[in-house]
């Protein structure tokens, strides 16, 4: 105290200010620092934490744990120590050779442009047997190998845009795999007037040969394309087309049609039964097939019609003509008109080439100047309402290429352009409750696109 008071008396206020805050801090200093006496335990305990802490490496990383705060040894979480990721790997890619079928082309051919041998065609033959893989290859078809260490590992068969077949090796030998694709359904409308002939305005509404062909087979047995077609004749028709990845690759079937002809509509809708057979019929259920064709040759131009007295163009004699004549080029193929057995085959006098047909007990066909017959039949085979048994000609009594078809009944001669031709038999019983939901939906169909179209064409 003595030396503060003198202190007070020589030095300025704020320097005594200093210098009680400098004691403060020299006082505090001391009482937190440890003393030379202090207890050996708190020493001891202080080393101890000290030299526990370790550390724990795991890969590159180095961990540091203090177990002074646990009785229980500490394990390191297996996520604390991150490991390099581990290059994931790569995906093995097949090398495919690509090889287009040619006209003349065989299997071995193929494998030997491929670099493989006969025995490769052979072994691969031999594992396909029995499946459609490779039974037929067509120009313009594509095959596809994968090949290594001049072994054959796989081969793809590309029949068409829809079906393909995949041989792989095995321990066993080579296997096949069908893959089919399945394209998606659309709806087309399509419709158009005679002016010219079928095939020609039907082409100009958008009709594919093969679509103008079944519209003709559906009608086929009430309207005779070559003699009965007028113009200003209308037809209309929904049919399918097929897209496969939104690209169109294909027609399916006509699911409804009309033909006005001369006045008289004719309608048609298709149905599938319970069996999955399917056939064309009118909307009151009767089938649109008949048990014979109206006309057995497609498209030809009648060129003599059926009549009691003609002067004969060869023989210049005047006398009946009991069948009716369809001029049309050499080879062209004549179709038998209904179900039946062939009871004659081979040259018949003035007729020339010539088949005959029995159908049923009462009813014969016979088909005349025929420039060949078709493979693998004769007398005795049976056949089925459009197959074809020949071809025109002009062989016998004939100034031109044509087919002369003759219809008996009884061993009576009839008018084939005229004869009224049985039906053939109608939807099921049980079928018709089916039939007739189905044909209902696929006619009002048919009349939407008719709506639509007329609005469109108005506005």
Known sequence: MVLIERLKQHLPATHLIAVAICCVIVGLTSMLMPSAEAPASVLAQAESTEKSTTSITDGNQTALVNKASSAEPVKLPVETAKKPLEQAPSEITEQWQDFKVRSGDTLTSIFKRAGLTNRDAFLVSKGVQGTEALKRIYPGQIIRFVIEDNQLIKLLHIRNQLESSLVTITAQGYEVETIAKQPDISPRFAEGSIENSLFYDASQ??????????????????????????????????????????????????????????????????????????????????????????????????????????????????????????????????????????????????????????????????????????????????????????????????????????????????????????????????EKDNFFAAAKASLAQLEQFKATQLASASN
Do not use: C
């Not at 093969?210 to 003699?227: K, N, Q, S, T, Y």
């Not at 064709?293 to 060869?314: G, M």
């Not at 069948?323 to 062939?342: H, L, N, S």
């Open 205 to 430: 509404a958008g009709l594919s040969d093969r679509m103008i062909m079944e519209l003709a087979a559906i009608f086929g047995w009430d309207i005779d394309f070559v003699l009965d077609l007028r113009q200003g004749d209308r037809f209309n028709l929904v049919f399918e087309e097929k897209y496969l990845d939104g690209k169109l690759i294909g027609e399916g079937n006509i699911l409804s049609a009309q033909f006005i002809n001369q006045g008289e509509t004719y309608t048609a809708v298709r149905y599938t039964d319970s069996e999955g057979n399917s056939s064309y019929y009118t909307p009151e259920g009767d089938s649109m097939r008949k048990a014979f064709l109206r006309s057995p040759v497609s498209f030809a131009r009648i060129s003599s019609s059926f009549k009691n007295r003609r002067k004969h163009p060869v023989l210049g004699l005047t006398r009946a003509h009991k069948g009716t004549d369809y001029a049309a080029r050499t080879g062209t193929p004549i179709k038998a008109a209904g179900d039946g057995k062939i009871i004659w085959r081979g040259t018949k006098g003035g007729y020339g080439k010539a088949v005959i047909v029995q159908h049923g007990g009462n009813i014969t066909t016979l088909y005349g100047h025929m420039n060949n017959y078709r493979r693998g039949q004769k007398s005795g085979s049976r056949v089925s309402q459009g197959d074809v048994i020949g071809y025109v000609g002009q062989t016998g009594l004939a100034s031109g290429p044509h087919l002369h078809y003759e219809f008996r009944v009884n061993g009576v001669h009839k008018n084939p352009q005229t004869v009224k031709l049985p039906h053939a038999a109608p939807i099921a019983k049980a």
